[in-house]
């Protein structure tokens, strides 16, 4: 699978291992709900391209009501080139389109990530969620639950991508795989 839910909880971690996945000058691409600059600042991260999800007009902005136009910029950024995309903000994309319409769309980003090798990873509080929601998208794609011990792990081995079995791998130490709880 090339889309992989990131399970997170308080503190929010998806951010942070984010910046571990692409510290090795991976192509990143953070699609949020909150605005870029906020994230830049907070988390520092600097070299991703961003797309707010916003009802505001601007470049790189996304609807949160038009998924197609969310599946456009995917396929977009990942044309001719391996990506990771971090996604914040699934719950926000439910309030405005119904469960089987999301599943759908991430199906299509997952069906094109997979030309080229890209990965998204969504970061997900399943407080946010109706359970219902939940097992819908449990029972389609991947989960991994994140701690603060595994991404600090991350950020200081180096180590750069999180993949669907659980595990942080890449990075400069690819010998030293660091295993998060599923």
């Not at 906020?38 to 988390?43: I, P, Q, R, S």
């Not at 910029?73 to 903000?89: N, P, S, T």
Request: proline fraction near 5%.
């Amino acid at each position: 699978m090339n889309v992989v839910m990131l399970v997170e909880g308080f503190p929010r971690l998806g951010f942070s291992s984010f910046a571990s996945m692409i510290a090795d000058g991976t192509p990143g691409v953070c699609i949020t709900r909150l605005h870029p600059e906020y994230v830049m600042e907070k988390f520092g991260l600097l070299s991703p391209k961003y797309y707010w999800l916003s009802g505001s007009k601007g470049d790189n902005v996304i609807s949160p009501k038009t998924l197609t136009a969310l599946s456009k910029a995917v396929k977009q950024e990942a044309k001719d080139r391996k990506v990771i995309f971090f996604l914040d903000g699934l719950e926000y994309l439910l309030l405005w389109n119904d469960m089987r319409k999301l599943l759908a769309t991430l199906e299509e980003i997952n069906q094109a990530l997979k030309v080229n090798g890209g990965v998204m990873y969504i970061g997900i509080d399943p407080l946010t969620l109706e359970q219902k929601d939940l097992d819908r998208l449990w029972a389609v794609f991947p989960k991994m639950q994140l701690d603060e011990s595994t991404v600090k792990e991350a950020q200081r081995s180096g180590q750069g991508e999180v993949v669907s079995q659980g595990q942080i791998t890449g990075g400069q130490h690819p010998g030293r795989p660091l295993t998060a709880s599923m």
